[in-house]
């Protein structure tokens, strides 16, 4: 990326804005991957925590986005975040306080962040 996208303070996100939208935050912290082969449904995830100035969200990789973007999601480095859906935070599974949560996949856009 030659210029850095716009972006906007994570306490902004709401699943009403679709998923035009770019962040730039910290991963803090990040799960292994974990695998689940239910009926007629199987794939691989991870989560990691994502933190700016104003708020601390979760964010889920799911299938493709687990191929494209576990190895380069380092704990602690800075990076831009686009393409993902925001919907409300399943609790059960969810524990940053945040009332919503992402899910990325194959299509959506992660690129680091140089100018940390």
């Known amino acids: 990326m030659s210029t ?3 972006t906007q303070p994570i306490v902004s996100l709401s699943p009403f804005m679709g998923n035009r939208w770019w962040i730039k935050a910290r991963v803090t912290d990040k799960s292994p991957i974990r695998t689940w082969n239910k009926n007629n449904s199987q794939g ?3 989560s990691v925590t994502l933190v700016d100035e104003s708020s601390a969200i979760r964010a889920t990789f799911f299938n493709e986005g687990v191929d494209q973007y576990d190895a380069m999601l380092v704990k602690d480095q800075v990076f831009y975040f686009s393409g993902g859906s925001c919907k409300a935070a399943n609790k059960k599974f969810n ?3 945040c009332e919503y949560e992402l899910t990325f996949d194959g299509k959506s856009a992660v690129q680091k962040c140089n100018d940390d």
């Open 95 to 97: 524990n940053v306080n």
């Open 44 to 46: 691989k995830l991870f």
């Open 4 to 6: 850095a996208p716009q």
